[in-house]
């Protein structure tokens, strides 16, 4: 039951690193999001909560290699960023 719940969680990170490339016009990189950190946290609710930390990579011109993040506690999606943007 274990591996289904992680694998459902990192298909939600993989949508949401999707969709804030899409949302910031740049491309997701090897279609994919790869688990970075895996940790037990104090959570909001729940005494302890695993919080998992997913990186993407991307590219905005088509050349440089960049690197994205999601971050989820629990089911919880905490924090969505992208690396540096060119100005």
């Known amino acids: 039951i274990l591996v ?10 993989n ?10 016009n740049v491309q997701m990189l090897d279609g994919t999001v ?3 950190r ?11 909560a695993w919080r ?4 993407f990579d991307y ?3 088509g050349f440089a ?5 999601v971050v989820l506690t629990g089911d919880d999606i ?6 540096p943007r060119a100005a």
Do not use: M, S
């Open 59 to 61: 590219t905005e011109d």
């Open 52 to 55: 998992r930390i997913y990186v």
């Open 78 to 83: 905490d924090t969505v960023g992208l690396g």
């Open 34 to 36: 790869a688990i970075h």
């Open 4 to 13: 289904y719940v992680f694998t459902q969680l990192t298909i939600l990170a």
């Open 15 to 24: 949508r949401v690193a999707t969709e804030t490339c899409t949302n910031a």
């Open 65 to 69: 290699r960049k690197r994205g993040f």
């Open 38 to 48: 895996l940790r037990l946290v104090r959570g909001g609710d729940a005494p302890l």
